[in-house]
């Protein structure tokens, strides 16, 4: 059994440094050059839920047939603009043909890390869970199936990773706080559960953050390596407060690669 299924016949682990992870032997090349590829950027969410052949498509000449009485645009792009609309990585890979026609060569999906229960984050950048695909697109097989069926079509997947800023997972005495410049950082208060409640213990994979690297209260000075392998650095981190180490994503980069496929993925870094 490969690592990847291995991963996969059991629940997301969560720790990332409790993973022996396997050194990889097929992989799926880079490009040369990425000025030759022709990229094709998506969020999830909004792009298909592959159920497109079971409704009737809108007739651009009959807009009425599908607008009841009193339809407002500003009124139903307000009502559909801040939330789940539904699309899934099966989706995306339903559409894997329709892409390939295009042309495209590399396929940039948007963030499908585990989002915030309680919040409407349809565009996938407000992660409390690194290590889970968010249950409104899929799980984790369903993003192997993605990356194993778009290989067999010569097109490459990036992941959109990132990993300088969680979701809103604790309480620090703002809703929205405004951005603070490093070196600086707001103090922690108590998690929040996937209701959007206050506690001050993580109980369930709902909760608070993960991985549990993340739910340290201390600081720390780690040694962070460079992607490259050239160059280290120190960083200071604090729970689930941005930048976060390099070290710890750079370890989570990995782990989500190998359990997600048995070929190679790149992934796209910090935003």
Avoid at 22 to 35: E, L
Avoid at 56 to 70: F, H, I, S, T
Avoid at 213 to 218: C, G, I
Avoid at 234 to 253: E, G, M, Q, Y
Wanted: aromatic residues 12%.
């Amino acid at each position: 059994m490969s690592f990847a299924q291995s991963i996969l016949a059991r629940a997301r682990p969560d720790s990332v440094r409790s993973l022996a992870l396997p050194r990889r032997t097929n992989f799926f090349p880079s490009p040369a050059d990425w000025r030759d590829e022709v990229i094709y950027f998506l969020l999830p969410d909004r792009f298909s839920d592959g159920g497109e052949s079971d409704r009737p498509l809108v007739n651009p000449k009959d807009r009425g047939a599908n607008r009841p009485a009193g339809f407002r645009w500003d009124d139903w792009a307000a009502s559909g603009g801040g939330r789940f609309q539904g699309g899934t990585l099966n989706g995306i890979t339903s559409k894997l043909d329709y892409l390939n026609g295009l042309g495209v060569t590399t396929l940039w999906v948007g963030p499908t890390f585990k989002q915030r229960t309680h919040f409407d984050s349809y565009h996938g950048y407000a992660i409390q869970d690194f290590l889970d695909i968010d249950p409104r697109f899929g799980n984790r097989q369903d993003m192997v199936q993605l990356v194993a069926e778009a290989h067999k079509r010569g097109i490459r997947i990036l992941l959109d990773v990132v990993f300088n800023h969680t979701g809103n997972n604790y309480a620090n005495g703002d809703e929205q706080p405004p951005f603070l410049p490093w070196p600086r950082f707001y103090q922690k208060g108590d998690w929040k559960n996937r209701r959007g409640d206050l506690t001050n213990t993580i109980h369930t994979a709902d909760d608070g953050v993960w991985p549990s690297e993340f739910q340290r209260d201390e600081y720390s000075a780690a040694p962070a390596r460079a992607i490259s392998g050239q160059a280290t650095s120190t960083i200071r981190t604090r729970k689930c407060v941005a930048p976060i180490s390099l070290a710890i994503a750079t370890s989570i980069t990995t782990a989500q690669l190998h359990w997600t496929t048995s070929h190679n993925v790149t992934n796209i870094g910090s935003h």
